[in-house]
């Protein structure tokens, strides 16, 4: 456990007592690492990384409590909702942060955020969620999540591994489900771009859920009409070539069915692509008129894996795929439009929605 210097900045000697997944390349990894990074240099923060379910948070927690001069203002958990237990007992305000995708929270998460002091969660569109699901509204406050300015934006070199792909470049990030819409996305663009298109679909997805996932095996029993079109990537292990990733393609599109917060989405935005994604749940907190929205209409769950995993039923949308086709097709068409659409994108995330901007937006609630 350390304790980074104070920064001069820093509102009084205080400190937070951080628990999370800090190490890893997936959502709530970057999220733990960038947060409570960003919150460090306003406020000393003793940080207990979980390895799994484990970690040293019990010793740390021991620590924090026995040493009064250490007592932290609050402990902050950034976790799934049915791991907040961990709170129990915590010295401080104690603070369950967590992130969730459709209209309807599991028992066994809720049970265990109620009994936080405070529930953050990125969106206003989650925090109607956890309302509508009988929380208290004045037990939520909305936390964003962000960008890092120096690693996601417009002059970021791009990447070189495409340079052998011509053609204007869409480009998919994130794991390859039905919440995020990835079939979806392939038979649209499929079936939208003729022979005479200059166009391929870069996906950068896996599904480290399945250890059975072939995406090459997926994408020969969709029969595409030109299967040619589509540029598979790698799982890319370092966070920070996302950006070249995102640099070296002309336009993202997420037709997600449900989102959190859809931190691919904004980081593609901060590179300054036009971005095209369901005007739906969690991106609907930082996206503008600079976005390209899919209209949907909502429905009941019915993803057998989803439902199991979350156990939890509820609904999310269902992204229309003729529009999803009509503004891939616009986009692809009218490229200057996109590019002054996707310059306004990128102001509106560096903006407004960087890591530094959640910590100071912490640090109001924290001395609140």
């Known amino acids: 456990m350390a304790f980074p210097e104070a920064k001069p900045e820093a509102m009084n000697s205080s400190l937070?007592?951080?628990?999370?997944?800090?190490?890893g390349r997936f959502g709530y990894n970057v999220h733990t690492r960038n947060f409570f990074d960003n919150l460090s240099k306003l406020i000393p923060v003793a940080a207990s990384p979980l390895f799994g379910l484990d970690g040293p948070w019990q010793e740390d927690r021991a620590v924090l409590t026995a040493l009064t001069k250490l007592?932290?203002?609050?402990?902050i958990a950034l976790l799934y909702g049915d791991m907040m237990d961990i709170l129990d007992g915590a010295p401080g305000k104690r603070i369950a942060y967590t992130v969730w995708e459709s209209t309807e929270f599991p028992a066994g998460w809720l049970d265990k955020l109620k009994r936080a002091d405070e529930i953050?969660?990125?969106?206003?569109?989650?925090?109607?969620?956890?309302?509508d699901n009988g929380v208290s509204a004045s037990q939520v406050r909305?936390?964003?999540?962000?960008v890092d300015p120096d690693v996601f934006n417009p002059e970021i070199e791009p990447t070189n591994?495409?340079?052998?792909?011509?053609?204007?470049?869409?480009?998919?990030?994130?794991?390859?489900?039905t919440r995020k819409g990835t079939e979806l996305l392939i038979k649209s663009f499929d079936a939208e771009f003729g022979p005479d298109d200059a166009v391929r679909l870069v996906l950068s997805c896996d599904n480290h859920h399945d250890p059975d996932f072939d995406i090459g095996r997926i994408l020969r029993g969709m029969r595409l009409q030109r299967p040619d079109r589509i540029v598979v990537i790698p799982p890319v292990r370092s966070h920070a070539r996302f950006a070249e990733l995102y640099r070296a393609c002309n336009a993202f599109v997420s037709p997600f069915r449900a989102e959190?917060?859809?931190?691919?989405?904004?980081?593609?935005?901060?590179?300054?692509?036009?971005?095209i994604a369901t005007d739906y749940s969690?991106?609907?907190?930082?996206?503008?008129?600079?976005?390209?929205?899919?209209?949907?209409?909502?429905?009941?769950?019915?993803?057998?894996y989803y439902r199991s995993a979350a156990n939890v039923g509820g609904c999310w949308a269902?992204?229309?795929?003729?529009?999803?086709?009509?503004?891939?097709?616009?986009?692809?068409?009218?490229r200057e439009e996109a590019a002054k659409r996707g310059r306004a994108g990128s102001r509106q995330i560096l903006g407004n929605f960087t890591w530094m901007d959640a910590a100071r937006k912490a640090m109001e609630v924290l001395s609140s």
């Open 142 to 146: 909305i936390m964003p999540e962000g």
């Open 318 to 334: 269902e992204p229309c795929a003729q529009h999803l086709r009509k503004l891939m097709r616009e986009v692809y068409e009218d």
């Open 282 to 304: 969690g991106p609907t907190e930082f996206m503008d008129d600079s976005a390209y929205r899919v209209t949907y209409k909502l429905v009941p769950i019915e993803d057998n």
């Open 120 to 131: 953050w969660i990125p969106t206003a569109w989650g925090r109607s969620v956890l309302i």
């Open 260 to 275: 959190g917060w859809g931190l691919p989405i904004c980081e593609a935005m901060a590179c300054a692509l036009p971005v």
């Open 71 to 75: 007592s932290p203002r609050a402990t």
């Open 161 to 177: 591994a495409l340079a052998a792909y011509e053609g204007f470049k869409f480009l998919n990030v994130g794991r390859f489900e």
């Open 16 to 23: 937070v007592h951080a628990i999370g997944w800090f190490d």
